[in-house]
């Protein structure tokens, strides 16, 4: 069964330095997320993304971050100017439609740990 | 934005007793209520979902109920078992945004 694949899967960096989160999504998904996860707290979502462009983002999603598509199969999050705060799981995650369609379940990598130091 | 409460935090059951998990959620126009599991260090798994078409779905000992009027849904395990360990996470969104709000979660052991 295809799988949403992410690297690297633990990351560790200084603060202030930039970081980018690699995601490869189901192939024929349409659909991209990232999600974060603060140890032993909630899944937040931080934006989505469809037809090379930002569909929604969240709060959290300020001007530190951005995302992109580079290529056909890698989607990326990037992180400007760490701050010990951006300490946490990052999820990928895509899905075959929108939340418009029936085939919206929304597919998870296993994550990538970030640790700002 | 949407806004989702989630209780218990933690949940203890014997093994073969049955665990239920609410949620409530806050914004109306919400009508997609997907279940994750998530087992320590993995990521979220989809166990269930319920559009707001339905009342009530199924899947073997999995159930999820929605009360669209009240705002609230539920999740119900039977006879549980030591593998249902783990955290369990509600989430709502609509079919209008692709921003999919999770609740806090809730840590359900099952003892043997």
């Known amino acids: 069964e295809p799988e949403v694949t992410q690297t690297p899967s633990h990351q560790v960096t200084q603060m202030g330095q930039e970081v980018i989160l690699r995601c490869v999504p189901i192939s024929n998904h349409l659909y991209f997320y990232w999600y974060r996860q603060i140890l032993g707290q909630k899944v937040e979502f931080l934006v989505s993304?469809?037809?090379?462009?930002?569909?929604?983002k969240s709060e959290i999603f300020d001007d530190q971050f951005s995302v992109e598509r580079p290529d056909g199969s890698n989607f990326t999050l990037k992180i400007r100017s760490t701050k010990l705060e951006d300490s946490a799981m990052y999820f990928c995650a895509s899905s075959y439609t929108g939340l418009a369609g029936s085939s919206d379940t929304q597919y998870f990598g296993p994550g990538t740990r970030l640790t700002v130091l | 934005g949407e806004n989702v409460e989630q209780h218990p935090s933690t949940l203890s059951v014997q093994e073969g007793d049955s665990a239920v998990i609410k949620c409530t959620y806050s914004d109306s126009a919400s009508n997609y209520f997907p279940w994750y599991k998530q087992e320590l260090g993995k990521r979220p798994q989809l166990i269930i979902d319920?559009?707001?078409?339905?009342g009530e779905k199924k899947d073997q000992r999995i159930a999820v109920t929605l009360n669209k009027t009240a705002k609230h849904f539920s999740l119900h395990i039977t006879e549980t078992q030591p593998e249902d360990s783990a955290v369990y996470f509600c989430a709502a969104s609509s079919y209008n945004n692709n921003d999919m709000r999770f609740g806090a979660g809730t840590r359900l052991t099952v003892k043997p």
């Open positions: 319920i559009r707001s078409n339905v």
């Open positions: 993304f469809y037809n090379n462009e930002i569909s929604e």
